[in-house]
């Protein structure tokens, strides 16, 4: 699996840990091993651009997700031995470490999990995921949560 990762945010980020999320998120997804995926950490003003114009946004938001090549991607580990060596290229996931702050304070836990929690809802969207619809934002969200229990047992081991 390759993950690339930048930070210009000019905030300091554990970035190793947003890494090993990324990857165990895809791991756990049945994502083929070949896959590529970019992470990028930006500022305040940069999200507000791209918020803007890829999404019609107002402001900055806490992630952005745009998939790449979703024909390659897939979604179960029943499908990853049929992948047939083809690299997926994934995407790229966009963060704001200063808007996951400012949501970790209001739901009273640490930046680095909510850069972890954006981390994974991320992946999940460059994946095929969404939660516009309520049955769409329990799968999504149920997803997600297993995801984070699972990453955090792993890593209290």
Sequence with gaps: MSIEIANESGVEVDTDAVLAVARH???????????????????????????????????PTDVLAFPMDEGSVDHGPGEAASAGGEPALLGDIVLCPEVAARQAATAGHSAADELHLLTVHGVLHLLGYDHAEPEEEREMFGLQAKLLASWRSTRSR
């Excluded at 970019?38 to 107002?58: F, I, K």
Aim: hydrophobic share 45%; glycine share 14%.
């Design 25 to 59: 998120a895809l791991d756990e997804m049945g994502v083929n091993p070949l896959a590529e995926l970019s992470v990028l950490l930006v500022d305040v003003g940069y999200m507000t651009e791209l918020n803007h114009r890829w999404m019609g946004g107002d402001g």
